[in-house]
């Protein structure tokens, strides 16, 4: 993995995981975390990525999070970690929807999915991944 994708992987980490409003911020957290950046390079980043602001928050989302949440929000209704798994319910016939657009939201913690009519499974690597994947699907209906 180059500098750059690195680069890229804490910038969609600090986002899902922080309300970052500025470029600056951004640049804060990179150089904390070791990388020598500008605020030009992070508002190319910026672009490539298709980061949005929030309407009513001001802070960035990545564009794969905004369609995740619109449809675990619109069509789960039960998110149940099970030992390594996370079994979603959906409203019959959006199950595969959901699991492509969960997989789109590179999620680091599923290694898989498995979707049917109304039903997802979620692989993550052990039960507290799966707790915590749970939590954070659980969180996008917020």
Do not use: C
């Not at 605020?39 to 910026?46: F, G, P, V, Y």
């Not at 995740?68 to 019959?92: F, G």
């Amino acid at each position: 993995m180059t500098r750059r994708d690195t680069r890229i992987d804490m910038i969609r980490e600090f986002v899902r995981t922080n309300r970052i409003k500025t470029q600056g911020e951004l640049v804060e957290l990179l150089t904390a975390r070791g990388f020598e950046v500008t605020q030009a390079t992070i508002s190319r980043d910026i672009t490539e990525m298709g980061l949005k602001k929030k309407q009513g928050g001001g802070y960035y989302v990545l564009p794969e999070d905004i369609f995740v949440r619109r449809m675990v929000k619109d069509l789960a209704y039960e998110i149940i970690p099970a030992q390594n798994l996370v079994v979603v319910k959906t409203l019959s016939g959006a199950a595969q929807g959901v699991a492509a657009a969960l997989d789109g939201a590179n999620l680091e913690s599923i290694i898989g999915s498995v979707a049917g009519d109304d039903t997802i499974m979620l692989i993550a690597a052990d039960n507290e991944q799966a707790k915590l994947l749970a939590q954070a699907i659980q969180s996008l209906k917020n």
